[in-house]
C-alpha cells in the first residue's frame, strides 16, 4: 500500500509540474498574439520609392539630348556669323559702286564742260581710281582678286602666269620667282582675265592673251611685254 501511495504521489506531482509549465507559455504566447494583433500591419514596400528615384533619374536630360541642343546651338551661331559676313560684304560692295559710279560722273562732267585743266582733271581722275582701287581690292569676290594660267610647252616647260582681276596687273613665273610683265598702256580698275594656251609654232612655245571683261579691250603677250590688239 505504501508503495501504491507513493506512486499516486509522484504521478501526481507529475502532473502538477507539466500543468505549471504549460500555463506560463500559453499565458506568455495569448499575451504576443494580443501585441501583435493590436499592433497594426506594416509591411514594407520599397517600392515606390524605388519608382519614385527612377522617375527623378528619368527627369534629367540625357547625353544624346544634349549633345543635339549643342548642335542646334553651334548651327545658330554659324548662321549668325554668315549673315554678319555677308553685311559686311554687302557694304563694301556698295562702296565699290560708289566710287565707280563718281568716277562716270566726274568723267561725263569733264567731257562735257571742255575743261582746260588737263593737268588738274588727271589728277582727279587719278585719284578717284586710287580710291575705286582700294575698294575694288577689299570688295569680296567669288573668284577671289587674284588668278592664275599655266600650260607645259613642247619643250616639257611649266608656263605659269599669275593676273589681278581687278587692276590687270600680270606676273609671269621663273626660277627666280615672279617677273612682271611690263605694259604698254595704262590699266584701269575692271575685270580682267587671262587665256593661256601651248604653241608649238611661237617661239615661247605658248601664246597668252588678256582681256577686259567690262570694255572688251585686249592685250596679246609679245614676248614678256602685253601689246594692245587692235
Known sequence: MKMIGRLILVIASSIL???????????????????????????????????????????????????????????????????????????????????????????????????????????????LNEVLKKLEAIAPSPEGSFGIVSSYTARKQWVLIRFDRH????????????NTLTETTDLNISQYDI??????QDTKGYVASRIDRRTGETWWLNKKQWVIYE
Not at 549633345?67 to 554668315?82: G, N
Not at 587692276?167 to 615672279?178: I, K, P, Q, R, V
Open 17 to 127: 509540474v507539466a500543468c505549471t509549465a504549460t500555463t506560463p507559455t500559453s499565458a506568455t504566447d495569448s499575451e504576443e498574439t494580443t501585441e501583435n494583433a493590436a499592433k497594426p500591419s506594416v509591411i514594407a514596400n520599397p517600392a515606390p520609392e524605388v519608382s519614385q528615384a527612377a522617375q527623378s533619374t528619368n527627369q534629367i536630360a540625357s547625353p544624346d539630348s544634349i549633345s543635339r541642343l549643342q548642335s542646334q546651338v553651334t548651327a545658330l551661331q554659324e548662321q549668325l556669323i554668315k549673315v554678319t559676313s555677308d553685311t559686311a560684304a554687302i557694304l563694301k560692295m556698295s562702296q565699290v559702286l560708289i566710287a565707280n559710279s563718281q568716277v562716270q560722273t566726274a568723267s561725263a562732267s569733264n567731257n562735257s564742260t571742255k575743261t582746260h585743266q588737263p593737268s588738274a582733271t588727271a589728277n582727279t581722275r587719278e585719284s
Open 167 to 178: 587692276t590687270g596687273e600680270t606676273w609671269l613665273a621663273d626660277s627666280n620667282g615672279w
Open 195 to 200: 587665256h593661256l594656251i601651248r604653241a608649238d
